[in-house]
């Protein structure tokens, strides 16, 4: 075989990815423009020496390819394309100027669009396919240069400012010809909301044809097509859907027809990797897969899937969805990159070129109304804390982990468990009930006192086994049924529909979860987050927190939450494991960890991971398995598979072995009708000979029966029910920081009353001398509540009379009542020092009635009569609630049922109105 040139071997590289986009090649001397619609001519003479390819379009000379030997630095011959391209060419009479321009060597291409403003190269993963570049030159201007002079301005009707300052910085990004740009926006501000807008503006304005929506689960891609269905742009009447066809990938191909196309990364790299994945691993957040450092690089040109498929690709909750193995999908697609985040860190920053568009962090959607904030609760108890110990020799029941059938034997030895063994080798029902039933108790007496029903609550489980453990001890604590708690699990019955009836319906009133719904699933009615796992990512855990922040209305909570009487203005945390106070880390070290657990491995290669090694480290621990695991374990995989664990182990060995990948090219060479030796074999040759290797033997692994009979097999079958442990509850309170967040709201209700104490209406009444003192009217009162409503204040009557009952709970009571707008009255007495017990409103004037009643019976010739004092009760009552009475209110029930304005006058007489006076002042005062 003769030795090519470096230059010949580049050159070699171009001409395949060439063919592979669909040009034909040919030779200046051979020229044949009538073969197709796209001919690359080799050697092309023009005015200054020929071009390595000029692109011919329809016989139309629009771009030209300055070729390299590998290793060369592209962006320095850039001038060189330059030249060809505004050189005269022989026999070219076409007036348009050639605009497309490309830099390449056998490993790498860049591009530059003549007609962008400020035109700039960029790197691209393929060359275009004719059909592209003869839009692209018939079109008047570049998508680019649209995006920098035709966008129109953006109406903000319906839209929140940083939705707006989103919208408008994203657009200014893409302006200025900046491939990334991150939008970092809080949990709950309307992140798919606002690149719902973007897209619609793209779409229609700024050139774009196709937009890739990238999610990393499918719960989370439903929910964006559901999104996109439900929105109705401004000044249409029709919703998005109805204009530009939006499609949810479920299988490899792509709707011609789509603007929109909605999917997981997991699918976008198994259809350009040409891997094969189970469903079930678009169903696994990529925060819960871990992967090694070194990815086999796998994603290769797909005609069907060219490069320019997407014009921009948003990524969403794109902290965890764009590292490693599946960088590989964006690095394939010419598209702008738009990053959607609530929790970014260094790593997300860094791979946005640092290009941040947007920033709304939660603390600012929580000053401005948008989010809600929360407090945290802490259930600690002794077992949760220290563990136990089971003695040898114990009867105790041993549960099988999958099937859940139990035996009743013995303990073989003694056994010290911890809190990490707990719901995993070791279950203690006592500790699950305590927490449950501390859960109970603090909710229904310190959180949400005046509650009738049980607000909706999300626990979050260590395992599937571990949340049905929690399920029927929920039920069988709160005495309810079914329907009350379920799980909302991937391995649940029909999870999608527990999931909408969570959201809309009364029951459940409680769900427990592993990770289904831990990031980016939408429940507004949550009110209770408890923990009963912990949680090591400090980006993960800030997602699960993200399920309770989401603000809603009295009247959307109230249909869901009948006896709640506010909008929602927070969630409550509650920690049963010390999640607030474990060590958290920056991000989930994915790529640090060289011995990830058998459970990831399974995954990861189920979901596409084909590197060496992570092939051998499976292939090492099925080996090992072999020999450990018990006979029963052992031949349910051989029955699962049609392999034993020892000969799937071989099969992926075999897969990366180089003589095993020369043997199979050789093969594959040969059925081709090619001769070569090993010596000879390309490196293209032999990494289609792996992948074909690592195809066959990575297959049994797409089934996750096979996947979790080998995961069972590893672990410990059965579990140890122990119930001879009694649990004991040790702490059952607000965290010290709940406690400090309360002080300073409260703090925060003084400054605001001395600050306004002259100029609203309901705060002066308490500073000016009796005398002086006009009638607190109800308006008055509904001023007040409105300001202290406002952001950044955010202040209920409920959320104010909650933080003195953790400060001050000796002197707060009615805790467990309703609140009433007027108890705001009481608020206000007990802040500047007027009343040194805060009671609720009702009762204040109940008490001050029972002593001028008492007083004018004394002083009167004759007490008042039945009738009377009955009369004197309604109006009392009426005060209680509107904080004053008129001659007007007697018009209107109760009073009207008995009688009205007449009957009353008829009972008093002249003293009616002195009387009216005098109840209002002292009652109220």
């Not at 003479?45 to 590998?70: N, Q, S």
């Not at 789509?258 to 994945?277: D, K, N």
């Amino acid at each position: 075989m003769v030795n090519q040139t470096p230059e010949q071997i580049a050159r070699d590289a171009i001409d395949n990815k060439l063919e592979q986009a669909g040009w034909h090649i040919q030779n200046y001397r051979e020229i044949n423009l009538g073969t197709g619609l796209g001919i690359a001519v080799r050697e092309h003479p023009t005015a200054t020496g020929p071009a390595d390819y000029l692109l011919y379009i329809d016989r139309k000379p629009v771009g030209v390819i300055e070729a390299k030997k590998d290793q060369t630095i592209l962006t320095g011959v850039e001038l060189q394309t330059a030249r060809y391209a505004n050189s005269q060419l022989k026999w070219n009479k076409e007036a348009k100027p050639i605009v497309f321009l490309f830099e390449a060597t056998g490993l790498m291409i860049r591009f530059t669009d003549l007609r962008d403003p400020a035109p700039r190269s960029r790197e691209i993963f393929h060359f275009f396919k004719p059909e592209t570049l003869q839009q692209w030159h018939s079109q008047a201007e570049s998508t680019r240069h649209q995006l920098h002079n035709n966008m129109p301005a953006l109406a903000t009707d319906g839209l929140r400012d940083c939705q707006v300052s989103a919208i408008n910085g994203l657009e200014k990004s893409l302006a200025n010809n900046r491939p990334r740009s991150l939008i970092h926006m809080a949990t709950g501000a309307g992140k798919t909301f606002t690149a719902i807008n973007a897209a619609y503006r793209l779409l229609n304005h700024g050139g774009a044809k196709r937009i890739l929506f990238l999610v990393d689960t499918r719960n989370l891609g439903k929910q964006a097509q559901q999104e996109f269905h439900a929105f109705k742009p401004q000044g249409k009447q029709t919703f998005f859907h109805e204009n530009h066809i939006v499609q949810r990938l479920n299988s490899n191909t792509i709707d011609s027809a789509a603007e929109v196309c909605i999917c997981t990364i997991q699918r976008m790299y198994s259809i350009l990797s040409g891997q094969p994945i189970d469903e079930s691993a678009e169903d696994t957040s990529l925060y819960e897969v871990k992967q090694n450092q070194k990815q086999h690089k796998l994603v290769r040109y797909n005609p069907a899937v060219p490069i320019e498929t997407f014009d921009f690709i948003v990524i969403d909750e794109c902290h965890r969805s764009i590292y490693n193995l599946w960088k590989q999908v964006l690095d394939y697609f010419d598209a702008f990159l738009i990053g959607l985040t609530a929790t970014p860190d260094k790593r997300t920053y860094g791979f946005f070129n640092e290009n941040v568009v947007a920033e709304y962090s939660y603390e600012d959607s929580v000053l401005d109304g948008v989010n809600v904030g929360y407090d945290v609760y802490e259930i600690e108890t002794d077992i949760t804390s220290v563990g136990a110990k089971l003695d040898a020799k114990e009867w105790v029941d041993h549960r099988d982990k999958l099937t859940r059938k139990k035996r009743w034997d013995q303990t073989e030895e003694e056994t010290n468990y911890n809190n990490k063994a707990l719901d995993r080798s070791v279950v203690n029902p006592s500790q699950i009930r305590q927490v449950i039933k501390a859960m109970k108790a603090a909710v229904e007496t310190k959180i949400f006192p005046n509650r009738s029903e049980v607000p909706k609550t999300l626990i979050f489980a260590k395992t599937d086994s571990h949340a049905d453990d929690i399920i029927q001890m929920v039920r069988e604590e709160y005495g309810q049924g079914n329907d009350f708690c379920q799980k909302v699990t991937y391995n649940a019955k029909d999870p999608d529909a527990v999931l909408s009836d969570f959201r809309n319906e009364y029951n459940p009133r409680m769900a427990v979860t592993v990770d289904m719904i831990a990031t980016g699933t939408d429940v507004k009615p949550l009110e209770v987050l408890l923990f009963m796992r912990d949680v090591r990512s400090k980006g993960y855990y800030e997602q699960m927190k993200g399920r309770g922040v989401r603000s809603l209305s009295f009247e959307e909570l109230h249909r869901i939450s009948q006896s709640a009487t506010s909008a929602k203005d927070r969630f409550i945390l509650i920690d049963a494991v010390g999640v607030e106070k474990s060590l958290k880390t920056e991000s989930r070290p994915l790529e640090r960890n060289p011995t990830l657990p058998l459970k990831d491995l399974l995954q990861g290669v189920a979901m596409g991971h084909r590197d060496n090694d992570t092939i051998q480290s499976l292939a090492n621990r099925l080996s090992r398995l072999s020999k450990q695991a018990d006979k029963k374990a052992l031949t349910k995989i051989e029955q699962t598979s049609g392999q034993s664990a020892q000969q799937l182990a071989k099969s992926l060995l075999k897969a990366i072995d180089p003589d095993a990948i020369n043997q199979q090219a050789l093969s594959n060479t040969k059925a081709a009708g090619i001769t070569r030796s090993e010596d000879t074999l390309t490196e293209k040759e032999r990494d289609t000979a792996r992948a074909q290797l690592v195809a066959q033997a990575c297959a049994p692994f797409d089934n996750p029966k096979l996947r979790d009979s080998i995961e069972s097999a590893r672990r410990e079958r059965e579990q140890v029910i122990d119930h001879i442990n009694l649990d004991t509850l040790l702490v059952s309170d607000f965290s010290e920081q709940a406690i400090a967040n309360a002080e300073q709201l409260v703090q925060t209700f003084r400054e605001f009353i001395e600050q306004h104490k002259n100029d609203i209406e309901a705060l002066s009444f308490f500073y000016q001398q009796p005398y002086q003192r006009r009638t607190l009217t109800f308006a008055m009162i509904e001023q007040l509540h409105e300001q202290l409503q406002k952001p950044p204040l955010l202040l209920t009557t409920e959320k104010l009379w909650s933080a003195y009952s953790r400060i001050q709970p000796t002197a707060t009571k009615g805790q467990n009542q309703k609140r009433q707008l007027c108890d705001i009255i009481a608020l206000v007495k007990f802040a500047i020092g007027v009343e040194q017990e805060l009671k609720p409103f009702a009762e204040q004037v109940d008490s001050q009635f029972k002593q001028w009643i008492f007083r004018h019976n004394a002083q009167r010739a004759s007490s008042f009569t039945p009738e009377q004092t009955e009369w004197l009760r309604m109006i009392k009552d009426h005060i209680a609630t509107s904080a004053g009475i008129s001659r007007d209110d007697f018009d209107y029930s109760p009073f009207s049922d008995k009688g009205g304005l007449q009957k009353v006058w008829g009972l008093f007489e002249s003293e009616l109105d002195t009387m009216i006076d005098e109840l209002n002042r002292e009652l109220v005062a």
